[in-house]
């Protein structure tokens, strides 16, 4: 089974750009998360989604936003960028809605605003 | 709100030693707890997961142990060698499936 797989890998924006990253989960999988991922803040959540659903959001201003398809593909979105949005963004799959379930990892989106 | 804290931030070791990576959550009440690995610049990648009905799970030369009623979980690790040189993260899950994770262990094995 393909892993989870982000594009793009690599992005360089400037400020008050918008960007939009991508993950597709593991086949089968309809539980989509994303997180942000600093040196000073750690691994933070942005939000979750399910069966083209957002369940549950962050503390992450409304310039963070996010969508799933029919397919469990899951799509980011972050306007306005500013210099601390620069980070790695992992998003993880699980194979349930439940709460129990292994997350599985991405390989993660490096953001550099400048 | 729950919190999660590893200790050490960091620890160098000689190869071949076992060694114990701790991790403490403030509330008890949690569904899992998971460990993870990440490699510098790249993405997490999934050790154990102990569901909040188990006490450990083994995987190799990794065990994960769980003490919900103190808060803890340990992560030891048998015979280690320069490839497991990572930072290891712990997180947990209480609700509405998002991860709580700690500041994670950098790790290096000296050859």
């Known amino acids: 089974k393909a892993g989870v797989t982000q594009t793009p890998r690599y992005l360089i924006k400037t400020r008050g750009q918008q960007v939009t990253l991508s993950c597709s989960p593991i086949?089968?999988?309809?539980?989509v998360s994303w997180y942000q991922q600093t040196p000073g803040q750690g691994l933070q959540f942005l939000f979750e989604?399910?069966?083209?659903?957002?369940?549950n959001k962050g503390n992450f201003p409304g310039r963070f936003s996010g969508r799933q398809f029919s397919n469990s593909r899951s799509e980011m979105n972050v306007s306005t960028l500013e210099l601390g949005d620069s980070a790695l963004y992992l998003c993880?799959?699980?194979?349930?809605?439940?709460?129990?379930?292994?997350?599985?990892f991405g390989p993660g989106t490096r953001l550099t605003v400048l | 709100k729950q919190e999660v804290t590893q200790i050490p931030a960091a620890l160098s070791v000689p190869e071949g030693e076992n060694l114990v990576l701790n991790c403490s959550f403030t509330?008890?009440?949690?569904?899992?707890l998971q460990w993870f690995r990440q490699d510098p610049g790249k993405g997490l990648t999934s050790l154990l997961l102990?569901?909040?009905?188990?006490r450990e799970q083994t995987s190799g030369r990794l065990n994960a142990s769980l003490d919900k009623s103190s808060g803890r979980s340990t992560l030891y690790i048998a015979a280690s060698q320069p490839g497991d040189s990572a930072t290891y993260l712990c997180?947990?899950?209480?609700?509405?499936?998002?991860?709580?994770f700690g500041q994670g262990t950098r790790l290096t094995i000296n050859p």
């Open positions: 993880a799959s699980s194979s349930s809605g439940g709460l129990a379930y292994e997350q599985f």
């Open positions: 086949s089968g999988h309809r539980s």
């Open positions: 989604y399910f069966s083209e659903t957002q369940r």
């Open positions: 509330d008890s009440a949690i569904y899992n």
């Open positions: 102990i569901q909040s009905s188990q």
């Open positions: 997180a947990v899950i209480k609700g509405a499936q998002k991860l709580v």
